[in-house]
């Protein structure tokens, strides 16, 4: 049996997808890694190579790097002023990957999730290919980066429709855990989109900006 969705959800889909220009930028900025029950876990997000122009976020515990330094110093977020979750802007965080002496000298690659089928901690990845036009994420009057939501699975009925809520919901489900992305294996930053997460390397963390 099949249940249309209330109208206002699908119009807040449809907007998603078509939030385009005129948009507003912040940054450059670092993606300060603090442990939220593990207080040795102090360090600072940088994009590390997962493919052909594709970049996971991974952790490097320690001080805040050079600010020149381009993996971690670069990151940046667009918005386009439609849309807000409690009060902050939400939009696309990018990385701009530098081109060596190219004209373009960078490219905007904004962060996705990369959802697997076996886990329920999905890497956030920053690709070239912006078809999917990333993923919507915000950062709170704490500077502290989040994701939402309408609708909590959790809470269904059976032959009940959910009735989303007006306002989305705030969701910090960071954390840093051992992960493979693509060849590679690496200390680096997951999304749980349920909790506890999957993977038993995972410790739980807030993700700050910190302006460059
Ligand atoms: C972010 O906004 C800037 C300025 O409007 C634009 O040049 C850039 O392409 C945007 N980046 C993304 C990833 O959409
Ligand atoms: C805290 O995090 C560090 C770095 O990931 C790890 O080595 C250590 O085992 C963790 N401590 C606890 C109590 O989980
Ligand atoms: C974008 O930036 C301009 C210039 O600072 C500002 O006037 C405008 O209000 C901003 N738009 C949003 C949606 O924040």
């Known amino acids: 049996m099949k249940f249309p969705l209330p109208a206002s959800l699908l119009a807040l889909a449809a907007s998603a997808v078509q939030a385009q220009v005129p948009q507003n930028q912040t940054g ?29 976020l991974c952790f490097d515990n320690g001080p805040k790097p050079d600010g020149e330094h381009l993996n971690y110093g670069s990151f940046f977020f667009n918005y386009t002023g439609d849309q807000d979750v409690g009060g902050s802007e939400v939009g696309t965080l990018s990385w701009h990957l530098q081109l060596a002496g190219g004209d373009p000298a960078f490219v905007p690659s904004p962060m996705s999730f990369s959802f697997p089928t076996t886990s329920n901690v999905a890497p956030p990845m920053f690709g070239t290919s912006s078809s999917t036009g990333g993923q919507p994420v915000g950062f709170d009057k704490d500077g502290k980066l989040f994701a939402y939501g309408y609708l909590d699975d959790s809470t269904f009925k059976p032959g009940v429709p959910p009735n989303p809520s ?25 999304w749980a989109t349920s909790l506890p997460p999957h993977n038993p390397t995972c410790e739980a963390v807030d993700i700050t900006q910190v302006m460059v």
């Open 166 to 190: 007006d306002a989305p919901k705030a969701y910090y489900n960071w954390f840093v855990c051992w992960q493979s992305l693509g060849a590679y294996y690496y200390h680096s930053v997951g």
């Open 28 to 56: 450059p900025f670092f993606l300060h890694i603090t442990g939220k029950d593990n207080k040795t876990i102090d360090g600072y997000g940088g994009a590390c190579h997962a493919g052909a122009a594709i970049e996971g």
